[in-house]
């Protein structure tokens, strides 16, 4: 070409310009390909196929072995590469075609340029050790759960997650809207760790409802105010062929 593609050094390489242009030609030459090779493929019912799919940390693979005996006896030509990644990583990785499809949980804020298919959408509650004496929020109605305000409890450490997750990106603003500055006191990258910590009375958390043990009576369980939510959603690429392997497993998943 003439050009330089990229600087190199003893320790690190980096593209130039030019060199980040070539990349995005070339990931496109490989993102055809892989299109059309899965074209001809659903035409001729290959014995060679494959998926990489993405799946939240924690409950992603729960939902993959719960759908693939039945996506493996409607397509045993598939193979199939599941992977853990959080959320702002699974779309990194779609944009870069390394993934087929993600089942990521995102906001509807944080949603991009994306192909989306929403499955749930899951209620985030405030979990609080039993052993702390909080006042809840006046109760309305029958509803189950009292609500309390994150500033009756701004003085409480807090359990979180790490800061590349979805869940630690909510909580924050959560914390901002009501004008608290929250005492972060342990980072974590599992949510059921999270809320063990609370069991042992190591700090508050806001987790999702789907990892709430209501039996456990080490834990009081509340609402937040505005019932904040997060979406459990399959995403792809809006400009991606959707296999038949692909339309088999979204429509197992939904």
């Known amino acids: 070409l003439g050009v330089q593609l990229f600087f190199r050094s003893r320790t690190n390489w980096r593209p130039t310009e030019a060199g980040e242009i070539y990349l995005e030609g070339a990931r496109r030459v490989l993102q055809i390909k892989k299109e059309t090779y899965a074209r001809i493929n659903d035409q001729i019912r290959s014995q060679k196929c494959h998926l990489t799919i993405g799946l939240s940390p924690g409950r992603g693979i729960r939902m993959f072995t719960a759908i693939y005996p039945r996506?493996?006896?409607?397509?045993?030509?598939?193979?199939?590469?599941?992977?853990?990644?959080?959320?702002?990583a699974q779309q990194a990785a779609l944009s870069r075609n390394e993934l087929d499809l993600g089942f990521i949980i995102l906001t509807r804020e944080q949603r991009g340029d994306y192909r989306f298919?929403?499955?749930v959408r899951e209620e985030l509650i405030l979990a609080v050790p039993s052993s702390i004496q909080v006042a809840a929020d006046p109760q309305e109605g029958g509803d189950d759960?009292?609500?309390?305000?994150?500033?009756?409890?701004?003085?409480?450490?807090?359990?979180?997650?790490?800061?590349?997750?979805?869940?630690r990106?909510?909580?924050?603003?959560?914390?901002?809207?009501?004008?608290?500055r929250p005492q972060f006191l342990i980072e974590t990258s599992s949510t059921p760790s999270i809320l063990e910590m609370v069991e042992a009375e190591i700090g508050a958390a806001i987790i999702p409802v789907y990892y709430a043990d209501f039996s456990d009576d080490r834990v009081r369980y509340f609402r937040l105010?505005?019932?904040?939510?997060?979406?459990?959603?399959?995403?792809?690429?809006?400009?991606?062929?959707?296999?038949?392997?692909?339309?088999?497993?979204?429509?197992?998943?939904g």
């Open 71 to 88: 996506f493996h006896a409607l397509c045993p030509n598939y193979t199939v590469t599941p992977l853990e990644m959080q959320a702002r």
């Open 117 to 119: 298919l929403e499955l």
């Open 145 to 167: 759960l009292p609500t309390l305000q994150l500033s009756r409890i701004g003085q409480l450490p807090f359990v979180t997650m790490n800061r590349e997750s979805t869940l």
């Open 169 to 180: 990106s909510i909580t924050e603003d959560l914390f901002r809207r009501e004008g608290v």
């Open 225 to 253: 105010q505005g019932e904040p939510s997060w979406d459990l959603c399959i995403v792809t690429r809006k400009d991606s062929y959707i296999s038949d392997g692909m339309r088999s497993f979204i429509e197992l998943a």
